[in-house]
């Protein structure tokens, strides 16, 4: 059994996802420790709590640098043994002081397919944005670990997602969660948790 934690900045649509996953017997090895939000008003807090499961408010305003921040992240998750983070819409940088701690236990999802549409700037609507603006046929959704970088880590699982003539950017957003990221993310905490995802040489082999 691992002991994860799900980081959220939203409305947790993708900490959902898992929790149902979880409630449906599909993540037998995964034990859902706690969840932590950044923003008060964060709806995956109160999905937490309905869940049963510890919800952990540790406001970004509260610390004066990111680095104060991610050394405080850091020893809570500690503190709680935490074998896995997951990253479901947490809009905060973790630097290296979080992943030197976590090395290949922190994942993330992101809902492009990496390297278009990553890096700095790009998330929430702005992706969708982008990619409309790019007109590119097809996008998708990507779960990977995380290391120093903005969308820079071992890629784990990719999904594509087609896009359509008359898609807005939320149509476009509403459909790469429900067709690829709510998919993704629970089989990637399920491969984790299983001890199927090797990283060697900067890439994820699965076994
Ligand atoms: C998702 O699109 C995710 O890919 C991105 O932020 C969004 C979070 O949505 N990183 P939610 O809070 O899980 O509903």
Partial sequence: MIRAAVLVSGGGTNLQALLDAKAA???PEVEFVCVVGNRRKAYGLERARMAGIEAIYLPTVRFETNEAYNIALRDLLLEKKIDL???AGFLVVLGQTMVDAFPNRIINIHPSLIPSFCGDG????KVHEEALRRGVKVTGATVHFVDGGTDTGPIILQKAVEILPEDTPES?????MQQAEWKLL???VRLFSEGKLIVEDGRVREI
């Fill in 25 to 27: 017997g599909k993540l």
């Fill in 85 to 87: 983070i997951v990253l």
């Fill in 122 to 125: 790009f998330y929430g609507l």
């Fill in 172 to 176: 476009l957003q509403l459909r790469v």
């Fill in 186 to 188: 629970p089989e990637a």
